[in-house]
């Protein structure tokens, strides 16, 4: 593996990344992250490098079809393949980047990252001469979940999952959708002036417009936002637009007790916070760790005082409070996030569909176990980031099928109405997160 130290430019970067993204399934955020923090480059070369990482990955499926024929030797250097994939993204999505500049700096990292009198080079620059004369191939589309798994870069059996349930044309959107880079998006605090919030965000060139489903939240024109004392100072957090429909969707009376079960890193615990002027929330997580997230988030958007942290698995909640401890509940549940490809490109490749099964138990088990704790009359509010019906609607049917005292209550959350209970939200809907709001209120 190349020595971190002399890691120079974007695209070595970006190679180093990948190589452990691929031989070690390391996450892409972290390893990025430990790679540009020793590289000393630019903002605008730190920005490239990611693109390309980011790029790559979510168009794993696609670029290995484009290579597939070409490649016609045991690539036996590890650095081979990745070289390939990130210089094939530059040829197919960067039209900014001449194909000759990708051919040269192909060449150049092969030299850099090869073994002593290596042939690497030359492997590399008749694979990426072969892949430009090709252009781009694509499957029948006779055979519509072959053709859109390359198409979109989906693994098969999420494409036909997608179809089975929407049909092939919104399937086919949905898919196009979350493709798309996220929007900037920040959800501006309770306890903050909102216009005066989105003067300040227009005055430093943010070029905020409101949000189409929520009340609270902005759309930016770009990222860096963290970086702007409104951040530092709590006036305003980064989060989706669909993700804060779930705290929208209780009705607060402001000094009442609320358990936030699964919390970390806390931008739901904060956004109940900010609704609770003498209340409290207490929020749960199985990892300890985690939970140091959920402070550090609480004492930056000002509301510290409001929350209490207690590591604990939620499926043991009702060993540890009293029975009808909390008007309210949130289980923001582990799932397998679906929802959120677009904003991590790799869940595409690690979900299974048994994952859906094996997550619905959890989610099943963790309402259960905190369904004794809230009063009569109080609110239970389920969500997920993902859009599979095992881990959202199902999951709905099982709990009220075995806990009668709960029923479905309609709702509305930010400017979005739910009068069945529920609320789904598509990727390709608003743009946003794919999401599910279920509510729940406790007969009296
Ligand atoms: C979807 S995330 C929550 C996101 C959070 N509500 C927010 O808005 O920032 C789910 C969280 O549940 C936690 N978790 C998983 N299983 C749990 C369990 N059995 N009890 C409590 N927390 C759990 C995970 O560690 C993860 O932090």
Redesign the pocket.
């Known amino acids: 593996m190349k020595k971190l130290s002399t890691l120079k430019s974007a695209r070595a970067v970006a190679l180093q990344t990948l190589i452990r993204v691929l031989d070690d399934n390391s996450y892409s955020n972290i390893s990025l992250n430990n790679n540009l923090i020793k590289s000393n480059l630019s903002q605008a070369d730190q920005n490239f490098a990611a693109r390309i990482v980011y790029g790559t990955i979510q168009e794993k499926i696609y670029l290995e079809y484009q290579l597939r024929r070409l490649i016609k030797t045991k690539l036996k250097e590890n650095y081979l393949y990745p070289l390939l994939l990130l210089s094939a993204y530059q040829i197919f999505f960067m039209d900014s980047v001449p194909n000759r500049a990708v051919l040269n700096e192909a060449n150049k990292l092969a030299k850099e990252f090869g073994k002593k009198h290596s042939v690497g080079y030359k492997i590399v620059n008749g694979i990426l001469h072969s892949l430009i004369r090709q252009g781009s191939v694509l499957p029948s589309v006779k055979d519509k979940i072959d053709y859109l798994s390359v198409k979109e870069s989906t693994p098969k059996w999420l494409v036909s999952y997608l179809i089975s349930h929407w049909g092939e044309q919104r399937a086919a959107k949905i898919l196009a959708s979350i493709n798309k880079s996220a929007k900037n998006t920040v959800r501006v605090s309770h306890l903050a002036e909102q216009k005066l919030v989105k003067e300040n965000l227009t005055n430093l060139g943010f070029a905020p417009i409101d949000s189409e489903i929520a009340n609270d939240e902005l759309i930016l024109a770009h990222g860096g936002v963290f970086k702007t004392q409104l951040f530092h100072e709590g006036k305003l957090t980064i989060?989706d637009e669909a993700?804060s429909l779930a705290v929208s969707a209780f009705n607060f009376s402001g000094n009442e007790k609320v358990l936030?079960?699964?919390?970390?890193?806390?931008?739901?615990?904060v956004q109940i916070a900010e609704n609770l002027p003498q209340g409290q929330v207490t929020a749960?997580?199985?990892?300890e760790k985690?939970l140091n997230l959920v402070l550090a988030n609480s004492r930056r958007m000002n509301v510290a005082s409001k929350v209490l942290v207690k590591p604990?698995?939620?499926?043991k909640a009702d060993t540890v409070f009293d029975k009808g401890e909390f008007a309210k509940i949130?289980v923001?549940?582990?799932?397998s996030?679906l929802g959120l490809i677009r904003r991590k490109p790799e869940i595409r490749y690690t979900k299974t569909k048994s994952d859906l099964i094996n997550l619905q138990r959890?989610q099943l088990?963790?309402l259960d176990h905190i369904s004794s704790l809230i009063s009569a009359g109080g609110e239970l509010v389920y969500s997920?980031?993902t859009i599979t019906k095992e881990e959202d609607e199902d999951v709905v049917k099982s709990f009220l099928e075995t806990h009668s005292q709960f029923e479905l209550q309609p709702f509305t959350a930010g400017k979005l109405s739910a009068p069945s209970g529920m609320l789904k939200i598509l990727p390709d809907s608003y743009d946003s997160d794919g999401f599910f709001i279920a509510k729940f209120i406790v007969r009296g």
């Open positions: 989060q993700a936030d079960a699964c919390s970390a890193p806390g931008g739901k615990t749960l997580d199985i990892h985690k604990l698995d939620a499926r949130l923001d549940a582990p799932c996030g959890i088990e963790i997920t980031c």
